[in-house]
Antibody
Framework: QVQLVQSGVEVKKPGASVKVSCKAS????????ITWVRQAPGQGLEWLGW????????ISAQKFQGRVTMTTDTSTRTAYMDLGRLRSDDTAVYYC???????????????????WGQGTLVTVSS | EIILTQSPATLSLSPGERATLSCRAS??????LAWYQQKPGQAPSLLIY???NRATGIPARFSGSGSGTDFTLTINSLEPEDFAVYYC??????????FGQGTRLEI
């Protein structure tokens, strides 16, 4: 079955960087993209960005531009999200989810965020 | 940026009742709207896509409707496992992709 498995809990100090991985299985990795979404404790969902595993094209939310780097390794079917210059308000659960391969995809279930990884808790604290 | 506003923030119902959740967009998103369910301690999961299509394996008691700016998620005859938080999401005009703030469905 289609599955995304993320890396484990991270504890970082303010100003540091964190790199979260997301390993895909059960589908052709390069036929889709990966999106990253975070959820602060007790809060809603916030979109960070998207990367096409097909061509490596990335789009990030303006709020995170310059701080977030998204990459993929097609040989290991793994996506990575690197967030730098961490602050305490970056403390959150970070999710990856399978996403469409293009930024102009149309209708259809494959063009939505499905499935999601289990989440990675990132705690930023001095 | 398209803002999605969900209402109510919390909905208190009993098993067997019908739930009606609303999502309003600040500008038209056509039918590029999805609904996700999130249970405590779990990742969100896709329920409805393209405003009205049930995702694979989703029971028929879940239905979505709407287009443009006004959307509704209806859950008929609530089951105990349906009590969760529900989010709407749009991808019509992105970046950014945006989510509503969520509706908590509680017993």
């Amino acid at each position: 079955q289609v599955q995304l498995v993320q890396s484990g809990v991270e504890v970082k100090k303010p100003g540091a960087s964190v790199k979260v991985s997301c390993k895909a299985s059960g589908y052709i990795f390069t036929d889709f993209g990966i999106t990253w979404v975070r959820q602060a404790p007790g809060q809603g969902l916030e979109w960070l960005g998207w990367i096409s595993a097909y061509n490596g094209h990335t789009i990030s939310a303006q709020k995170f531009q310059g701080r977030v780097t998204m990459t993929t390794d097609t040989s290991t079917r793994t996506a990575y999200m690197d967030l730098g210059r961490l602050r305490s308000d970056d403390t959150a659960v970070y999710y990856c989810a399978r996403a469409p391969p293009y930024d102009s995809s149309g209708y259809g279930q494959d063009n939505w965020f499905d499935p999601w990884g289990q989440g990675t808790l990132v705690t930023v604290s001095s | 940026e398209i803002i999605l506003t969900q209402s109510p923030a919390t909905l208190s119902l009993s098993p067997g009742e019908r739930a009606t959740l609303s999502c309003r967009a600040s500008q038209s998103v056509s039918r590029y709207l999805a609904w996700y369910q999130q249970k405590p301690g779990q990742a969100p999961s896709l329920l409805i896509y393209d405003a009205s299509n049930r995702a694979t394996g989703i029971p028929a008691r879940f239905s979505g409707s709407g287009s443009g700016t006004d959307f509704t998620l209806t859950i008929n005859s609530l089951e105990p496992e349906d009590f969760a938080v529900y989010y709407c999401q749009q991808r019509h005009n992105w970046p950014p992709i945006t989510f509503g703030q969520g509706t908590r469905l509680e017993i």
